[in-house]
C-alpha cells in the first residue's frame, strides 16, 4: 500500500524559512519520479515541483520548478531514507497553501498527472 506522509507545514512570517518533509512507503523513491503540488486558496492546484529519478537527459527527466518559486525553493531527495524534501525560502504570503506530496505510478519521469497523494500540509505566510 502506498503512503506519502507530508510534514514541516506551519505558519511562518514573510521572508522566512520552511523545509517540508514527504516521507514515502510503498514503492522505492530512488526508482520513482515525485513532486510537491500546492492549492493556494481560491487558485488551482499548481505543480511546484518534481524531481525525476532518471537522470538521463531525455524529455521530463531532472529537476523542474515553476517559475515563482524559482531561485527560492529547492526540492531534494534522500532516497535511502525514502523521503522527499522542499526547502522554501524567502517566503511571501503568495505561497500561502496546502502543500501535497504526490507520484506519479511507476514513473521514473516527471508529468503532469500523479496517481499517489499526501494529504497535505498547510504552510502559511503571514506577518
Known amino acids: 500500500q502506498v503512503q506519502l506522509v507530508e510534514s514541516g507545514g506551519g505558519l511562518v512570517q514573510p521572508g522566512g524559512s520552511l523545509r517540508l518533509a514527504c516521507s514515502v512507503s510503498?514503492?522505492?523513491?530512488?526508482?520513482?519520479?515525485i513532486a510537491w503540488i500546492r492549492q493556494r486558496p481560491g487558485r488551482e492546484q499548481e505543480g511546484v515541483a518534481c524531481s525525476s529519478s532518471e537522470d538521463s537527459g531525455a524529455i521530463y527527466t531532472g529537476t523542474f520548478y515553476t517559475r515563482s518559486v524559482k531561485g527560492r525553493f529547492t526540492i531534494s531527495r534522500d532516497n535511502a531514507k525514502n523521503t522527499v524534501y522542499l526547502q522554501m525560502n524567502n517566503l511571501t504570503t503568495e505561497d500561502t497553501a496546502v502543500y501535497y506530496c504526490?507520484?506519479?505510478?511507476?514513473?521514473?519521469?516527471?508529468?503532469?498527472?500523479?496517481?499517489?497523494w499526501g494529504n497535505g500540509t498547510l504552510v502559511t505566510v503571514s506577518s
Open positions: 504526490a507520484a506519479p505510478r511507476a514513473s521514473s519521469r516527471c508529468r503532469r498527472a500523479m496517481d499517489y
Open positions: 510503498g514503492f522505492s523513491l530512488g526508482d520513482n519520479a
